[in-house]
């Protein structure tokens, strides 16, 4: 018996954490962060990225990663403090080894696009900044896309003012951040700016983005590994009385890929309206759809977000509806096929009446759900707050109510888009200070794992859940205390409701084993 019991014991404490299945999370602090972006590590962790502003909403010279556990309890959180005021747009990736990598923009003219590489404890590795040396005021404070690869290069995208024109910015760097290759995509009829990139099956990368002109249009952009264009297309409302802007883009099993946005109504009340759109290898429209909320023309909905369920089943898209009259919004997730308009799930998510909320970034988990960030300003002094929902593969996760969105055909014009290229190559080393961040309050929930019991004994164990600020608890043996006591074997789930006004949840499971 004994031996059996050291067996169970040893199994038991090697078991790996698993990520919470469902939870919807805020982190409080006396300093505002706008959320820009998030991504779940090999380890079942999440790194968070955000951009600290002052007690005004005044811009900072920071950047601020936070790592959270599985259950979205806090590991570390640093600052970043860079040489000039930063702009709220970052991005996040994943590198091989436990590294990751961020990116930062600086308010000013040149050079702006700031790539920081740091270990799994956030210390800085290496720090570079890129774009144009020649760029003169204004400058241009787009996002700075990167993405990883397994020998931990890395690859750059982002937007370059030039001359009066919005550029495109491709490059490919070395594991230091060496330039391998640079450069700047032009178009005389357009400004361009990129908004997303991701890798293709064949080793390059389908960039999304927005075209400015007298009516905005949304691109897609495929380049092979090195940044030379393949194809390229404009995609235009049909009776060019709408803009376009495509938010971002997601590859598909069959080489094809969906691209997600939104469509702006020039010609009437106010009134955007989602879109989804699916093209083939080479960028030939296959479908295209607009979302109907059945709301009135001051309703704005907007998808920003897109990415593939970790078993390849489908796609999450992820929005923000607004109602402009009663300055109230939510935020969404739909999940859809990846070769189709059918719609999985659709779900509406926690937020403040009469609060904005933002939908900042989107990322598929490794249990089949998803997580996705926003930014809840919803304090009585209006702070700005990280505000995470981690669903399970139906959408679900602590609080989410029904959602009746329904998409309708409509009309896409595509046109073959021709650039010419300008090669780049300058880069400047950086040396961001780094300092820990201690501010954020986050309640913990840790149920105590009992020992297991051998068959024929008594069991009594007591389970306490009390937390600071708690409104509710509900047990799944239908308990409603802050504590229990269990008597049989098996599996005891607790959820905490931390507040009334906004969906703010903790979780735990523990389990009772008995062995014989």
Known sequence: MTKQLLTFLLIF??????????????????????????????????????????????PTKRANVTRLGPKGDLIWSKDYTFDSTT?????????????????????????????????RQGNVIWSRSYGRIDTQI???????????????????????????RDEPYLAGLDSLGNIQWAQVLVNENWDAEITDVESTQDTGFIIAGILTGAINAGTLIKTDSVGNVEWSRSYRDI??????FFNAVQPTPDTGYIVVGTLNNLDGPIGIEAIIAKVD???????????????????ITRINNIVENED????????????????????????????????????????????AVTQDGLAATMDGGAIFLSTQNGDG????IPYLVKVDPEGSSSCQDSLGIQLAEFALFADTLVWTVQSVDTTEERTPEVESFSDFNIPVLQLDQP???????PINVTFDATTENAVSYEWSTGEVTPSIVATEAGQYIVDVRIETEICFNLCDTVTIQEIG
């Not at 090999?42 to 005004?56: N, R, T, W």
């Not at 204004?138 to 009066?164: C, H, Q, R």
């Not at 009776?239 to 376009?244: A, P």
């Not at 290898?281 to 309703?299: C, F, H």
Request: proline share 4%; charged share 20%; net charge negative.
């Open 451 to 457: 020992p297991p019991f051998c068959e024929g004994d």
């Open 239 to 244: 009776d060019s009385l709408e803009s376009i």
């Open 281 to 299: 290898s080479v960028g030939n429209l296959l479908w295209s759809v607009r979302t109907e909320t059945g709301a009135p023309d001051s309703i």
């Open 381 to 384: 002094d209006q702070k700005a």
């Open 87 to 119: 702009q709220v747009t970052g991005a996040l990736t994943i590198l091989p080894k436990g590294n990751f990598a961020f990116t930062t923009v600086e308010l000013q003219p040149s050079m702006n696009k700031i790539l920081t590489v740091a270990n």
């Open 138 to 164: 204004p400058g241009n404070y787009d996002n700075a896309i990167v993405l990883g690869e397994e020998d931990e290069k890395i690859k750059l995208f982002s937007t370059v003012y030039n001359t009066g």
């Open 312 to 355: 390849g089943s489908g796609m999450v898209v992820a929005g923000r509806t607004f109602d402009v009259e009663n300055a109230d919004s939510y935020l969404w997730m739909m999940q859809i096929g990846s070769d189709s308009v059918d719609i999985a799930w659709q779900s509406r998510y926690s937020s403040i009446t009469g609060q």
């Open 13 to 58: 404490f090697l078991l790996p954490l698993k990520a919470q299945d469902a939870f919807e999370r805020l982190y409080r602090s006396e300093q505002n962060f706008i959320s820009v972006d998030i991504k779940q590590t090999v380890g079942g962790d999440y790194l968070l990225l955000s951009i600290p502003l002052e007690e005004d909403f005044g």
